[in-house]
C-alpha cells in the first residue's frame, strides 16, 4: 500500500475522498498525522499572536501567554481529542451491534480524518477570538455536529471496513 503524505491526507479528509485508503493505513500515522496538524497550526496562531507583543510590557506578554496557552489546551486539545475518542468507541460500537468486524484502530482512524474540516474551522475560529474579541458561542457544537457528520458520512461509504 503506498503511503499518503500529510497535503494529501488534509485534502482528501477534507473532501472526503480515499477514506478508505487512510484507514486501511496503521493507527500510528493517524496519530502522527492528528500531532502534525495540531502542532502546524498552534505555530501558525503563536505567530498570528506574537504580533501584539512587540508594544507590551513582560508581565503583559506573560499574561496573555499564559491565558492563550491556557485557552488553547482547554478548548482547543481537549475538544479535539475527546470527539476523536467518543467517535471511534461509538463507531465501534455501532459496527459490533451491525455484526461487522472491525478493529478499534480503523475507527480511530476515520475519527481523526473525519474531524480535518473541523479542526480547521476551529483554529480559525480561535485566532479570530484572540484577534478581535468576537466570540462565537455554541462553537463546540458546532464543532462536535461538524464531525459528526463527516464521520457518519465516510463511516456508510466503508460498509465494508
Known sequence: MKKINFFKKTYYSVTCKRYKEMVEEKSGYAI???AIFELSFTIII?????????TASFTEIYEYAYDFLVDFFYNSLSLTF????VLSILGYVYKLIT???VKYSKMFCLATYASTTAMILKYIVFSVNY???IDI???NYIYVIIVLIYFVVNLEKLEQL
Open 32 to 34: 502522527l498525522y492528528l
Open 99 to 101: 455484526k461487522n468486524k
Open 46 to 54: 503563536s505567530f498570528i499572536a506574537a504580533k501584539s507583543f512587540l
Open 137 to 139: 458561542y455554541y462553537f
Open 131 to 133: 484577534l478581535t474579541n
Open 82 to 85: 475527546d470527539t476523536i475518542l
